[in-house]
Structure formats: C-alpha cells, structure tokens
C-alpha cells in the first residue's frame, strides 16, 4: 500500500457519460497529480493541485477538470466520454520541499468506455 | 520539444545485468527520476539523480550525465520479478518542474 487511494479501481461507461475519479493523497502530502496512462501514449501528465490550488497543467482536455478539498483530496472529472478516454487513471502526491523520494502513485483507476 | 527517449523492449537473462538507456534534450534539466511497472499496476519509485554521476541502491543503480542528456538504469542479479516497464521521467524547468514521462522500456527476464 503506497499511501495513495484511489477509488474506483474499475469503470466501465458508455460514451456520452460522466464520471467522476477519487484520490487520496498519502498524509502530510499537499501535491497531488493526475496522469492518464494509455497504451499508445504512455504517462501523460494532465493537472496537480497544491494545498486546493490549482499548480499547473498538462495536456487536459476541456471536458476534464479536477479539484482538490480541504481535507485535500481530489476528484477528476471526465464528461462526455469518448471511446479514446479509455485508459488508466494515476494519482501521484508528493514530499514537500523536494523531489528526492519520488512521487508516490495510487493503484489507479482503469476506465473502460463503450 | 522535451523528447525523452528509451528502447521500447529489451530482453536478459535470469542473474545477468542490464542497462536500460534514457536520452532527454538537456535546455532545462532538473532531475531524472527512474520507475518501475508491473502491468496494470502503479508506477514504483526506484531512483531521483540531479547531479552527474552513479547512484547505487542494492541491485539498481542509477548513472546520469547531464551535459549528455544521458541516464541509464543498471539492474544486475536480474530475477523473473524484475520483468516489468522501466519508465524515466525527467523535470525541466520550462514545465513547472512537473515530471515528463517516457514511453518506457519492456523488460523482460527468461530463465
């Protein structure tokens, strides 16, 4: 258990619809980043969130957004799904004060549209 | 553009030693991370270099050259467990700091 949650592990949707992922970070972490992970492209950074801020922003499509709380976990928004958002879903949170221990990555959620 | 580049597949031998490349436009280098992937699970961290040279961590070590824009990932005594996707990730200034991932190299161990 990396101390990263991420729920649901599966979803299966049909395309048109929405959906909604949740993270976790691991306790004392206030980064957290979310990656979509396909077989063609590899890990792709889409957005991180710092302490309920947005930081910064990757290659996110328009129908996706993302927030973070105060209780600082995240939820990815995907809507209007289309066959080609089927991938898995990573969260990653981090160390404040430096990279050195890496970024820690939840177990993912794989998202299958039809 | 950020190009990082890694063989997609390589494949050794149960105890043998091998050395995973990863090349990176070095214009805002600042740090190369290297992880490990199983399928269908999540990214592990084995290694964080900013600084030029070999990094060694039980049966991984890390190599980078930054004028290079070079790593490599060294794994001996391979086990059947090690087969997985190594990924390198680099962060440059220009992006945020946000690591930008490699398509990663398949490893596979045989007996």
């Known amino acids: 258990d990396s101390g990263v949650t991420q729920t649901p592990k599966h979803l299966i949707t049909a395309t048109g619809q929405r959906v909604t992922l949740r993270c976790s970070p691991r306790?004392?972490?206030?980064?957290v980043y979310w990656y979509q992970q396909s077989l063609d492209q590899g890990l792709q950074f889409l957005i991180q969130?710092?302490?309920?801020?947005?930081?910064a922003k990757g290659n996110i499509l328009e129908r996706f957004s993302a927030q973070q709380f105060p209780d600082l976990h995240s939820e990815l928004n995907l809507s209007s799904l289309e066959l080609g958002d089927s991938a898995l879903y990573f969260c990653?949170?981090?160390?404040?004060?430096?990279?050195?221990?890496?970024?820690?990555f939840g177990s993912g959620t794989r998202l299958t549209v039809v | 553009g950020q190009n990082i580049d890694q063989p997609t597949e390589m494949t050794a031998t149960e105890g043998a030693i091998v050395q995973i490349n990863c090349t990176y436009q070095?214009?805002?280098?600042?740090?190369l991370f290297w992880y490990q992937q199983h399928a269908g699970e999540a990214p592990t961290f084995l290694s964080y270099?900013?600084?030029?040279g070999l990094e060694e961590k039980g049966r991984f070590s890390s190599f980078l050259s930054r004028s290079k824009g070079y790593s490599y990932l060294l794994l001996k005594e391979l086990q059947m467990k090690d087969s997985a996707s190594y990924l390198c990730?680099?962060?440059?200034?220009?992006?945020?700091?946000?690591?930008?991932f490699g398509r990663g190299t398949s490893l596979i161990v045989h007996p």
């Open positions: 990653a949170s981090s160390v404040d004060g430096g990279p050195q221990r890496g970024y820690t």
């Open positions: 306790s004392g972490d206030l980064s």
């Open positions: 969130y710092y302490n309920g801020e947005e930081r």
């Open positions: 070095t214009s805002g280098f600042n740090g």
């Open positions: 270099n900013v600084l030029d």
């Open positions: 990730a680099v962060r440059f200034s220009g992006g945020s700091y946000i690591p930008t």
